[in-house]
């Protein structure tokens, strides 16, 4: 029964309408859909849910904390997600919003919570693909919990104006999603769309361990992809004798090659970053 009147409140305080203006911690001059605010709850619902607020964390935990949440892998079959990991960009979590995140933490009164809107671009060949994620933080007993409020909301349009860019962001539409939990995590007891993670697990182990089986899950794929191209085109290969220019390249050519795509947005940087990892292990 507590539970659940817990929940309620839980529900009442994260409802659209706020008790007052939020404070504004951080917001991205060239990109409004970037920002990160303090929200003010009731005092009675900061006391049910025994928020541990103001939090001393470091950026380096709160990045390592982020990559390391996943969808479920059932959503995998959407043609929306490509990929389990919710947070694919590295360098906007690690340099633009981790810093910014541990501010809001140590700024934080016990009745305010941490609110985060994020844009992750995901470009396709030279298609834009544009994803917001609103979600909220805070620090209970039982972990820093992340609760999505919208997911990979697909933005369209000139979002990043000062006349329409407002209206556009605020009408994204979010998917519908579920979370996986992964080690170290546990999902609410009322809500798919919320994580909880312990504060004192090694996180960034575990990211580290899942880059590395998806770096091999990549090499086995693209194994597979060589033998059936070989397979297909030996008949062609043997008459004109011209092999691979990548396996020509030396390693320090097709660093440069894949930088360069990264810099033109024609891979992520999650993609870049596995990529890479493989290209190192040739030396």
């Known amino acids: 029964m507590r539970k659940m009147i817990l929940f309620s409140l839980f529900t009442l305080c994260f409802s659209p309408l706020p008790l007052k203006a939020a404070e504004k911690i951080w917001k991205q001059n060239n990109n409004p859909a970037n920002y990160i605010d303090l929200e003010s709850i009731k005092d009675s619902v900061a006391e049910d ?3 541990n607020h103001p939090y001393h964390i470091d950026a380096k935990k709160i990045t390592d904390m982020l990559l390391s949440v996943r969808y479920n892998k059932a959503l995998l079959f959407r043609k929306d997600i490509k990929d389990q990991q919710v947070f694919f960009d590295t360098d906007l979590v690690e340099k633009k919003f981790a810093p910014r995140i541990e501010e809001a933490f140590q700024k934080a009164s016990p009745n305010q919570v941490v609110v985060v809107s994020m844009v992750q671009k995901d470009p396709f060949f030279v298609l834009r ?6 979600f909220k933080m805070f620090v209970a007993q039982d972990g820093m919990h992340i609760k999505f409020m919208k997911t990979d909301s697909h933005l369209s349009g000139d979002y990043q104006a000062h006349t329409t860019g407002t209206k556009l962001i605020q009408g994204a539409k979010g998917m519908k999603i579920s979370l996986e939990p992964q080690p170290g995590q ?26 590395e089986e998806e770096t091999e899950k990549e090499k086995e794929k693209n194994k597979r992809v060589k033998r059936s191209d070989s397979s297909t085109t030996s008949t062609a290969a043997s008459s004109t004798k011209a092999p691979s220019s990548e396996v020509k390249k030396a390693p320090a050519e097709r660093l440069k090659d894949l930088k360069a795509l990264k810099e033109q947005g024609l891979i992520s940087p999650a993609e870049y970053e596995a990529k890479k990892k493989e290209i190192l292990k040739d030396l």
């Open 129 to 134: 693909n544009d994803r917001l994620s609103v």
């Open 186 to 211: 546990k999902l609410s007891f009322a809500d798919a769309q919320e994580v909880i993670l312990d504060l004192n697990y090694d996180f960034a182990a575990l990211v580290d361990k899942k880059a």
């Open 49 to 51: 849910l025994i928020l």
